[in-house]
Structures are given as structure tokens and as C-alpha cells.
């Protein structure tokens, strides 16, 4: 057998794995190309019109979007664009339906069921925005109480010359129930919002497109 030269050890082939190369090639390559990326988020679920939002606090469905002529006590006849949606309160007390978020202001934690509609598209602007209601037996009140679902409409004014859209799309946020903060322990239900928006924006939990069709009162 001949002998090695001296000084000199004879190499013992190394094998890599395949799979191991393969990763190793792509991580080369991705950092090569600038490092790696994280995945886009997805985007909120889109729902139909009638499926249940969980929205942690409510349980919500949005029935409908109807254009329609009402006529007040006085025989003034006005125009809306209703919005019209069950809601079940799943807390243990009663909740407040509130009013639309202004956007003039920063978006709060503490905050009723109306700013958990978080957008709607087309905007339909209106000087003191919509009004937002139960109604019940004919009945107007702002009260969701524990336990009972709930007819909720949401009334934009409209010009009665106006066009109305053919539909609209909401977003719509959801309620998680948490302490207020290290100091406060004490845990209630609030408005979930990103995490690093600056400023604060409320979590998207579904979006949902309603067809607008016209409805005699």
C-alpha cells in the first residue's frame, strides 16, 4: 500500500444532505436578495349578509340596506339610508349603543357598540353623522341588555335628490374582554386596537357588502 506523503492526512469525504443544501442554498440566496421577509397578513374575512360577526361582546348580523321615504308625526316625509342589524349582547350587563366614532378624535378602548363599525364605503357624510338606535315595537331606546338579541338600525339622512349606492361596505371591529391597564385590574370589555398604529386604529374583524335596495316604509 503506498503511503501518504508525509505532512500530509488523507480527507474523508463529508456528506451533506440533500435537504440540508437545498435550505442552505435558499437562505443564501434570500439573503443575498436582501434578507427575509415576514409573510403579509391576511385580510379580514368577508362575510355575507345574515352570517353571525363574532364580535366578542355582540354576536351581530347585518340583515339589510335599505333606501326609504319615512314620514315623521307631522307628515314631513325625509329620506334615509337604513342600515338594519340584529345584535345579541353576550356580556353579563347591560351595554350602551352610543354614537358612530367622530374622526375628528382619537380612537379609545372604551367605547360603545357603534364604534365597532368602524368604516363604511362609500361614506355617506352627514354634520352630526348617523343615528343609531334599537328599536323595538315601534319603540326607540339605546340599551342592549344581557341575553337578548335586539333589532339595531342605523339611519343616515339622505337628500332626497341623492343617488343612493348600489352598496356599501362596513368593517367591522370586535370587543376583548381584559383588564384596563397594570394599575387597574379590573377586566371589562373593550375595543380591540393594533397594537403598534400610531395613531390607534381599531382591529378589523370582517368586512361585509350589502346590497342597497329600496323598501317602502
Known amino acids: 500500500m503506498t503511503s501518504s506523503p508525509r505532512g500530509a492526512r488523507r480527507r474523508r469525504p463529508v456528506l451533506v444532505p440533500v435537504a440540508l443544501a437545498v435550505v442552505a442554498l435558499g437562505v443564501g440566496a434570500t439573503a443575498a436578495l436582501g434578507g427575509l421577509e415576514e409573510a403579509p397578513e391576511e385580510p379580514p374575512p368577508k362575510v355575507q349578509a345574515g352570517e353571525v360577526i363574532d364580535q366578542g361582546e355582540f354576536h351581530t348580523q347585518f340583515l339589510k ?5 319615512e314620514r315623521s308625526e307631522f307628515g314631513k316625509t325625509k329620506r334615509y339610508l337604513n342600515l338594519v342589524l340584529k345584535v345579541t349582547n353576550m356580556g353579563d350587563t347591560t ?6 366614532h367622530d374622526p375628528g378624535r382619537r380612537w379609545s378602548p372604551d367605547a360603545s357598540f357603534a364604534n365597532s363599525l368602524v368604516s363604511m364605503t362609500p361614506e355617506i357624510k352627514q354634520e352630526y353623522g348617523p343615528d343609531i338606535h334599537v328599536l323595538s315595537h315601534g319603540v326607540k331606546s339605546q340599551q342592549l341588555h344581557p341575553g337578548i338579541t335586539t333589532t339595531v338600525v342605523v339611519q343616515y339622512e339622505l337628500d332626497p335628490s341623492a343617488k343612493a349606492p348600489e352598496s356599501v361596505t362596513l368593517a367591522v371591529g ?8 397594570l394599575r387597574n385590574q379590573y377586566r371589562t370589555w373593550q375595543l380591540e386596537l393594533e397594537e403598534d398604529a400610531e395613531p390607534a386604529v381599531p382591529v378589523v374583524a370582517a368586512r361585509i357588502t350589502l346590497p342597497v335596495r329600496q323598501e317602502e316604509a
Open 65 to 69: 340596506a335599505v333606501d326609504t321615504v
Open 174 to 181: 370586535r370587543f376583548v374582554y381584559q383588564t384596563q391597564g
Open 95 to 100: 351595554a350602551g349603543i352610543g354614537v358612530l
